[in-house]
């Protein structure tokens, strides 16, 4: 596979590991589905559920608490209005205001459509729930929420919620405990028990896994009603076809990132804290986004005054390196990462903002080449935004 000269998009998709690949190569030679009763589909079935077990060894969990969905939108969409509609008549959804649009988007249709009140959580300047923040918002009417979401990692600043105490909080109050932990897995020690989550999506692509395969694992007790109605594969609560070579994939991803984490996140944080360093130098005055401390291992995110996110992206994108920029393009016209405006930053910062995400493929080259082509590209969208 040809590489760009730097792929600093890890957060987006992370390349797939080796073992994946193999894992899936290997079912691909074979047919069968894991619902049927003859050989084939019992052999397919197998492969489903050993893969269960090795998730479920990996993060703490217990094999029948690994409900496998597409992906990680599927898994927040399942917890979110699944469990909302498991706890009615209660009402109130207490979500974080940095939230994945895979978690934000499905509470808010609950608003509109299903009489929910969801309450956005407020985070600080690093983009982090304080427990005192979720405390107050729950005893405010504590019998009336009817479950909690804040994600394990924020995907675009990086920053590490305090995702043990807040469920905790949560628990204190008998109720239910989401995470998107997503981004986590892989880089950060990752346990569902140890956690006190309730519910905890992952997902292939972000751990060297494949696309369109993910889990949700929900601790035994908890049954969400089903997002989509079918066969009942999964606990009756998500029904579909099981997709057994992206299962394996999946099983064998999660399995050797998490074994691989904590060297990983050595060598990412090293390498993170030099890319850091020299952006610094390289552009004066540009503004380092999320936790300075409590932050992904392979996250850094920075807001470069005068500059429109965009634009920088594309120039850099045309010099051969891959970022992403946290603002939505909605009719052309570039709008403000909600992530920064919920932790303070004016429009036009959240605006000009860039993320560079390391991971399991990154090299200090990878570094040199974005520190090679940035302060030209900066200068060509400073005066790009002046004309």
Same mark, same amino acid.
């Given at each position: 596979?040809t ?7 890890? @957060?987006?998709?992370?390349p797939m ?5 193999e894992?899936m $190569?290997?079912?691909?030679?074979? #047919? /069968?589905?894991?619902? %049927?009763l003859?050989?084939?589909?019992r052999?397919? *079935?197998r492969v ?11 993060l ?5 608490e ?9 898994a927040?969409n399942?917890?979110i ?5 498991a706890r009615r ?10 939230e ?5 988007d499905?509470?808010q249709w ?9 309450e956005?959580?407020? #985070?600080d ?8 923040t979720?405390?107050?918002a729950?005893?405010r009417?504590p019998?009336s929420v009817a479950m ?5 990692a ?7 919620q305090?995702v ?9 109050? /008998?109720?239910p405990?989401h995470?998107d @932990? ?7 020690p990752?346990?569902?028990a140890?956690s ?12 060297g896994?494949?696309?369109? @395969?993910g889990?949700?694992?929900l ?13 009942g594969?999964?606990r009756?609560v998500?029904? /579909?076809t099981?997709d057994?070579?992206a299962i394996?994939g ?5 399995? $050797?990132?998490v074994?691989?984490?904590?060297a ?7 390498l ?7 952006v *610094?130098?390289a552009?004066?005055?540009?503004i380092?986004n999320g936790d ?8 850094a ?10 634009a920088?992206?594309m120039?850099?994108? @045309? ?6 920029t946290g %603002?939505?393009c %909605?009719?052309?016209v570039a ?5 920064l405006?919920?932790m /303070? ?12 995400t390391?991971?399991?493929t %990154?090299?200090?080259e ?9 302060p ?11 004309s």
């Open positions: 596979m590489r760009p000269s730097a792929y600093l998009d890890h @957060a987006a998709t992370t590991l080796p073992e994946a690949i894992a $190569t290997e079912q691909f030679k074979r #047919v /069968g589905n894991p619902s %049927s003859h050989a084939a589909g052999q397919a *079935r489903v559920e050993e893969s269960r077990e090795t998730i479920a060894d990996a703490g969990a217990r094999p029948s690994v409900v496998f969905t597409s992906g990680g939108t599927e927040d399942l917890a209005k699944g469990l909302y509609w008549p209660r009402r109130r959804v207490l979500i974080s205001s940095v994945h649009h895979a978690a934000l499905p509470a609950l608003a509109v459509s299903q009489d929910a009140e969801v956005l959580l407020e #985070v300047e690093h983009g982090r729930v304080h427990p005192d979720l405390r107050s729950i005893e009417d019998e909690i979401s804040v994600m394990w924020n995907n675009e600043v990086g920053t590490v305090p043990h105490v807040l469920s905790a909080i949560a628990h204190d109050h /008998g109720i405990f995470t @932990a997503v981004q986590a897995i892989g880089q950060l990752v346990s569902f140890e006190g989550a309730d519910a905890l999506t992952l997902t292939g692509h972000k751990v896994g494949p696309i369109g @395969a889990a949700l694992l601790a035994r007790g908890l049954t969400p009603v089903s997002v989509q109605h079918g066969g594969q999964e009756d998500r029904s /579909g099981l057994a070579p394996a999946l099983a064998a991803a999660v399995s $050797t990132a074994r691989h984490q904590e990983l996140s050595r060598r990412l944080t090293e993170r804290d030099e890319l850091i360093e020299r *610094r130098q552009v004066p005055g540009v380092l300075p401390v409590n932050r992904l291992p392979g996250n995110h920075f807001s470069f005054p005068g500059c429109e996110g965009d920088l992206l120039l850099l994108d @045309a010099k051969g390196v891959e970022c992403s %603002s939505a %909605s009719a052309g709008q403000p990462s909600h992530v405006l919920a /303070g930053a004016d429009a036009a910062a959240a605006r000009g903002s860039l993320r560079f390391l991971g399991h %990154s090299t200090r990878d570094v040199d080449r974005l520190i090679e082509v940035l030209t590209a900066v200068e060509r969208a400073r005066r790009a935004g002046l």
